[in-house]
T-cell receptor, first 114, second 113 residues
Framework: GAVVSQHPSWVICKSGTSVKIECRSL??????MFWYRQFPKQSLMLMAT?????????EQGVEKDKFLINHASLTLSTLTVTSAHPEDSSFYIC??????????FGDGTRLSIL | KQEVTQIPAALSVPEGENLVLNCSFT??????LQWFRQDPGKGLTSLLL?????REQTSGRLNASLDKSSGRSTLYIAASQPGDSATYLC????????????FGKGTTLSVSS
């Protein structure tokens, strides 16, 4: 149980385009979802926390206008990287949690901006 | 602000050795602590979760301990195997509502046959 599906697993796109990543909790209702970013050989850095139906809370240094997060339902959150540039290339991982239960993680999305 | 540190950053051992990975955190007011495994280019696999009221958790050859007052946790791997080669991440959740797991930078383990 407690499966989190993240899609796509890998995306390559041109600089200036926008990319949307989906995160779904398949067998539970996620009251809170989290988005992390991981650069090569670095740890996971929390980008933002979102509760269903509310605006996301962004960590310091994360541009909310660049990384748009939508958590419109209890099973789906999306991260849109707007006007992506090569420095946005990274591994993005979502995580979902129901209430006070442990966080469950998606398999990540490798984003490469050319 | 909570900070998580893992030592060593990298570790190479021959197959069969027992080993210990260390994790420390700056704020002892945690809700729980979790150890993950991450293979190159992959997502996270949860290994063990220790609640703040617990001292240790065991799963197969893995044993994780927690000393909340000193802000430390260890992951003990017995009889290491080449398949154990991966990066091991320690993460803590603060004792506040709605908080996310905060990760250390990980220990990259290489077990040679």
């Amino acid at each position: 149980g407690a499966v989190v599906s993240q899609h796509p697993s890998w995306v390559i796109c041109k600089s200036g385009t926008s990319v949307k990543i989906e995160c779904r909790s398949l067998d539970f209702q996620a009251t809170t979802m989290f988005w992390y970013r991981q650069f090569p050989k670095q740890s996971l850095m929390l980008m933002a926390t979102s509760n269903e139906g509310s605006k996301a809370t962004y960590e310091q240094g994360v541009e909310k206008d660049k990384f748009l997060i939508n958590h419109a339902s209890l099973t789906l959150s999306t991260l849109t990287v707007t006007s992506a540039h090569p420095e946005d290339s990274s591994f993005y991982i979502c995580s979902a949690r129901r209430g006070n239960q442990p966080q469950h993680f998606g398999d990540g999305t490798r984003l490469s901006i050319l | 602000k909570q900070e998580v540190t893992q030592i060593p950053a990298a570790l190479s051992v021959p197959e069969g050795e027992n080993l210990v990975l260390n994790c420390s955190f700056t704020d002892s007011a945690i809700y729980n602590l979790q150890w993950f495994r991450q293979d190159p280019g992959k997502g996270l696999t949860s290994l063990l979760l220790i609640q703040s009221s617990q001292r240790e958790q065991t799963s197969g050859r893995l044993n994780a301990s927690l000393d909340k007052s000193s802000g430390r946790s260890t992951l003990y791997i017995a009889a290491s195997q080449p398949g154990d080669s991966a990066t091991y991440l320690c993460a803590v959740r603060d004792n506040q509502a709605g908080t996310a797991l905060i990760f250390g930078k990980g220990t990259t383990l290489s077990v040679s046959s």
